[in-house]
């Protein structure tokens, strides 16, 4: 009877998570399709393989290797110590225990032998990693934008992880015990080389004690990690997730190259080919369509991916701390545009959700303005570093582009430098107070002189 219990309020469990977890991906589906559309379904071989070694490789992680190597480890405690879980899945469904372990044979207690060193490895990383968040000096993690919640996000989850280890190894200590007194429904399997050393702390206990230790670190395992289901979802570790279909769908364009507006385009060819007055001529093939707004100046004049972007930043600061314009003490943080844009994506998906999914003239509040200010924008060098250094292909730069576009081609908005470039540009067809046509003017004195 009690068996029957605890599997019915395991099921409870499972799909009250399950309820949660999916309700969310669907409404962050629903925010990230807010974005304009843009295509990035072609060089398919090229993509997949851009993924697997960018996103399953972590190749741009261990670009600083102490830490690369560390996040490798976790990683890869999370993709294997996921084989564990779906025997406790089944376990808790069926009222069994170590299901697997009857068809795996010996396997089996390799396996139990890796998922514990793994679990260990999880579980230094995890106190590493807090202690540099923490206690060590480094500036990225010092940020403005890392006050408050995205601070606590990652230290709750690094908290979380550590936990779950401990409870993972305490449950394979009590029931290598219950193995060891051969107590009913204790089948001798598995090989534990790193939990046995935990056994003294529970070799004192009763076979009743036993058996609650072991079903106590049974239950808080799977209750924590299917709490941790519910969560990540709200948390920057959704990255666990989108990391995938983020490089897949990464920018396969050489880097340097800048995504041009083709209607804008045909005019300044126009404009470039030597008379600006020129009437416009009738372009061949079809007339690229002119945009509705020019840039960017709120989340839905993004596109989806930048929005998945949002989604799939791990808030790691990489991009900051090669950022030069957050070197030199700009107001510029390339990580805290990915952060605002997330932001607001959140906040529109909820007042479209109140309004009823008409979301009408708007909140009149914009992401450009209300979260990024134009002294970030205009502090950003277009250098590329950010993007560079981005472990998961996110380009933080590009949205800086397009919300630089909005403010000059809707507001007609720049810093009076530029503002006298654009001037030289349409007057003289070049970024100088002269005509281009004066500018070899010099050789001709050489010339005269020879
Ligand atoms: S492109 Fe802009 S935001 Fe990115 S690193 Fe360079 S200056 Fe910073
Ligand atoms: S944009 Fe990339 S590098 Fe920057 S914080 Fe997000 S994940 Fe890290």
Redesign the pocket.
């Known amino acids: 009877m009690a068996h029957l219990i605890g599997q019915l309020i395991f099921l409870v469990l499972l799909c009250t998570a399950g309820f949660f977890f999916t309700r969310r991906i669907g409404q962050i589906r629903k925010n990230i399709k807010l974005g304009r559309d843009v295509d990035r379904s072609d060089r398919k071989g090229e993509r997949w393989a851009t993924m697997a070694r960018v996103a399953m490789g972590q190749s741009k992680m261990v670009v600083r290797p102490v830490a690369g190597i560390m996040h490798l480890v976790i990683y890869a405690g999370f993709i294997l110590i996921n084989i564990e879980v779906l025997e406790i899945l089944i376990d808790g469904l069926f009222g069994t225990h170590r299901v697997f372990a009857p068809y795996l044979g010996e396997f089996y207690d390799v396996l139990i032998g890796l998922f514990e060193w793994l679990a260990l490895g999880v579980l230094v990383a995890c106190v590493v990693f807090l202690a540099r968040r923490n206690l060590l000096p480094i500036a990225r993690f010092r940020s403005p934008e890392m006050k408050g919640w995205p601070k606590n996000d990652a230290n709750i989850i690094l908290v979380v992880e550590v936990l779950l280890m401990f409870a993972f190894l305490s449950m394979n200590a009590a029931d290598g015990i219950a193995q060891a007194r051969g107590l009913d429904h204790y089948i001798a399997a598995g090989s534990f080389p790193v939990s046995q050393w935990l056994q003294p702390l529970y070799a004192g206990l009763s076979d009743a004690g036993v058996v609650a230790v072991e079903r106590g670190a049974w239950w808080f395992h799977i209750v924590g990690i299917l709490s941790f289901l519910v969560y990540v979802p709200y948390s920057k570790h959704f990255h666990i997730f989108l990391a995938f279909p983020n490089t897949w769908y990464s920018d396969l364009t050489p880097a340097g190259q800048l995504d041009n507006m083709a209607a804008v385009k045909k005019e300044v060819d126009l404009m470039m080919s030597g008379d600006p007055f020129a009437a416009p001529a009738e372009p061949a093939g079809d007339t690229p369509a002119e945009p509705a707004s020019f840039g960017a100046k709120d989340v839905q004049d993004l596109t989806w991916k930048q929005l998945m972007e949002a989604y799939s ?8 701390s090669v950022c030069p314009a957050n070197a030199t003490g700009k107001l510029l943080s ?2 805290k545009v ?1 952060m605002d844009t997330r932001d607001r994506v959140e906040e529109v998906g909820r007042a479209i959700n109140a309004a009823g999914g008409d979301w009408g003239q708007g909140d009149g509040k914009s992401l450009l303005g209300d979260y990024i200010s134009e002294e970030e924008l205009w502090a950003c060098t277009s250098c590329q570093a ?1 993007v560079e ?4 292909n ?1 380009s ?1 730069m590009g949205i800086i582009l397009d919300m630089r576009r909005s403010l000059i081609m809707e507001d007609s908005k720049a810093p009076e430098p530029i503002t006298a470039m654009f001037n030289n540009v349409e007057n003289n067809g070049a970024p100088w107070a002269f005509p281009a046509a004066d500018r070899g003017k010099w050789t001709d004195e050489l010339a005269n002189e020879s």
Not at 313 to 320: D, H, L, Q
């Open positions: 930043c791990t808030e790691c600061g990489r991009c900051t390339p990580r990915m950010c250094a981005c472990p998961i996110i933080p």
